[in-house]
């Protein structure tokens, strides 16, 4: 065949000497039963911060003795410790006997914000505190004090400063300040923030444009009961309108919700009570003060009776410039002994629910009880979220734009160690381009210690990846030896591992978050498997894409074989220039790999051409491989009807 053989040998001698082996991720664990320990020190509570960089801030409260230290680790996204084993001491100020909620984010510059609270003076003062990431501090290392006062909520602006709000102790009402980027009060006075005489508890803040911010706060209704308000804020501190009530449902004091600002424009995920029931909305707060949705917001489902199952916890996200705002929520039975989980998808100029008036249900509600947490995140528009079953085994799920699974087998275990007491502390966080990292608290026999793991959007769990020729071959982790299996094109790639992947990763690169480059565009479906004792772990996605060689990939337009037309409505013609005479093989495929029509012929030297008839097979995308021996040749081809 004429130029095959040789383009085939020219491109493996690129790949030999332009692609090392490498090791990807190399801290984090393959192993779903061991993980990544955050620390070695016990752990009572802790918040996650990405940077713009690729890696994760992790602080948390160290409880030491009789003390809670703060403590800050960061993560690159190998899954490096930067920081040391345990992290660096933030604070070891007294801090009483119990945690409070405190709030962690990164700064333009990724330097770490941390506000939280101490009894340094016998009462509780709200602090800030700015590190760097050589685990120095930038403001003075006792923080910058913002008042008496307890749960400080910060974001940092575009400009560097900060803007911090924390319920402040003897007016029992919010307090707003801003810090400069050198550390200062900007503003002599703090700002009170106040529904009429009504007083005020927790504010989160989110940036907006021009150095703009916005705050969601809860007006105190008697105990724990609140209701829910809105202000933008310029950067000097100026309402740019009045209290604005975006919900009348009952919410309680003691909750964050979720907050995600998309310009100028602020939304507001959250669960509120009605009656003896629950309900999940989103909320839209445009600049201008009002409130396009109407009062409480959209609702996640409208099935809201007495019966219905209750909607909870919620968390919601965006993709910048897409039309839509994403939700995932659990869903609870109304004895709140069963729980799933639900997707839903928002029209953002409308607020109109894109999956019916109940959702899209991603996990049913069961005595499994499937539980969503940690943050939402939505990459090219499909939404990736954790959860955890009734055994605290952890979980990442993708899904589609439709709402549908992207992964075969659903999800990826991300810890399968179970634990009668429970973990906590949940948390699910970007680290690095493509790679999310999921973080909780567990005892396993030494203490409540942080474990987190890394899970890229193509499904695969932090692992070394040894490669040959670009290709991954081998995948080892400490407790034995995994080989990649999918159902085509065994090869060997040692003694001890086989690989197999379905046609068109002849030639690729598989990058750290789990994406590879190929020879077309597509997707390798495959499976982790112990060569020990042949458990399957985890089910892989692989996305691939781009064309690396003129004679591999498209081969509609390749000089060695011509396919046409493309698509067709089944019927192809085959072009093929041949260098020698060959006995060669033509395979369908569909997607995930299964063989589904295969034609063989003895090929002469010279010019071939067939004709080949497919309009028994239904519509889609296909790949059809040419092969002469070890020589192969992809193409995708398009059967319509």
């Not at 575009?158 to 400069?180: H, M, R």
């Not at 703009?212 to 100026?238: D, P």
């Not at 781009?546 to 046409?564: P, W």
Request: charge should be negative; hydrophobic fraction near 35%; include cysteine.
């Amino acid at each position: 065949m004429k130029n095959f053989t040789k383009s085939i040998l020219l491109l493996a001698l690129t790949l030999f000497f332009t692609i090392p082996s490498l090791r990807l991720m190399a801290q984090w664990s393959m192993n779903p039963a061991q993980n990544l320990e955050i620390s070695g020190l016990p752990l009572a509570d802790m918040q996650v911060a990405p940077t713009s960089d690729g890696k994760i801030w992790i602080a948390f409260y160290h409880a030491n003795t009789s003390n809670y230290d703060m403590r800050a680790q960061l993560l690159d996204e190998a899954g490096n410790k930067l920081l040391g084993p345990d992290g660096m001491l933030v604070s070891d100020q007294p801090s009483g006997t119990a945690t409070f909620v405190f709030n962690a984010c990164a700064d333009n510059d990724n330097n770490l914000i941390i506000s939280m609270q101490d009894e340094r003076s016998g009462s509780m003062q709200a602090v800030l505190y700015k590190i760097s990431q050589a685990g120095t501090h930038l403001w003075s290392p006792n923080g910058v004090i913002l008042g008496q006062g307890l749960a400080p909520n910060s974001c940092a602006l575009p400009n560097g400063e900060v803007i911090s709000c924390w319920n402040e102790s003897t007016s029992n009402t919010l307090k707003l300040q801003k810090i400069t980027t050198g550390g200062t009060l900007a503003w002599a006075t703090p700002i009170t923030v106040k529904v009429g005489n009504s007083t005020t508890t927790r504010g989160q803040i989110v940036a907006n444009l021009d150095n703009k911010f916005t705050m969601v706060y809860q007006k105190n209704a008697g105990g724990i009961s609140t209701v829910l308000y809105a202000q933008q804020f310029s950067n000097s501190g100026t309402a740019l309108f009045s209290p604005l009530q975006i919900g009348n449902q009952t919410t309680a004091g003691y909750r964050y919700y979720s907050i995600v600002a998309d310009a100028d424009t602020t939304y507001y995920g959250y669960y509120s009570s009605t009656g003896f029931r629950f309900n999940s909305f989103l909320q839209r707060i445009n600049p201008d003060g009002t409130i396009p949705y109407g009062m409480n917001g959209t609702n996640f489902n409208t099935s809201t009776g007495s019966s219905d199952y209750y909607q909870m916890e919620t968390s919601i996200n965006l993709q910048p410039g897409s039309p839509y705002v994403w939700a995932v929520c659990s869903f609870t039975d109304p004895n709140q002994t069963l729980y799933g989980v639900y997707i839903q998808k928002y029209l953002k100029s409308t607020g109109a629910r894109q999956f019916t008036n109940q959702g899209k249900v991603v996990y049913p509600v069961t005595a499994n009880r499937d539980t969503q947490a940690g943050d939402l995140y939505v990459i090219e528009d499909n939404p990736m979220f954790m959860s955890y079953d009734n055994d605290y085994r952890i979980y990442a799920t993708r899904l589609d734009a439709d709402g549908n699974f992207v992964w075969p087998g659903d999800r990826v275990v991300i810890s399968s160690t179970t634990s009668t007491s429970g973990k906590g502390r949940f948390g699910f966080s970007h680290v690095g381009t493509d790679l999310l990292a999921a973080v909780w608290t567990e005892d396993r026999g030494s203490g409540e210690l942080g474990y987190t793991q890394a899970v890229s959007i193509g499904g695969l769990l932090g692992m070394d990846v040894a490669t040959f020729g670009g290709v991954p071959a081998t995948i080892t982790e400490s407790a034995g030896t995994l080989q990649m299996v999918a159902n085509v094109f065994p090869h060997a790639a040692s003694q001890e591992v086989t690989w197999s992947i379905v046609p068109g990763t002849g030639s690729a690169d598989i990058s750290a978050s789990g994406l590879v480059t190929a020879s077309y565009n597509g997707t390798v479906w495959a499976k982790a498997v112990s060569v020990q004792d042949t458990t399957v772990m985890d089910s892989l996605l692989i996305t691939i894409s781009g064309q690396v060689h003129e004679n591999i990939g498209d081969i509609s337009s390749n000089k060695t074989i011509k396919i046409y037309p493309n698509p067709s409505n089944g019927q192809f013609n085959i072009h093929i220039d041949a260098l020698q005479k060959a006995e060669y093989k033509l395979e369908l495929f569909n997607n995930p790999g299964a063989v589904i029509w295969k034609q063989e012929h003895v090929l002469i030297d010279g010019t071939y051409s067939t004709f080949i008839d497919l309009k028994g097979i239904q519509a889609g995308i296909y790949t059809l491989l040419l092969s002469s021996g070890d020589n192969k040749v992809f193409s995708k081809i398009s059967i319509t009807k």
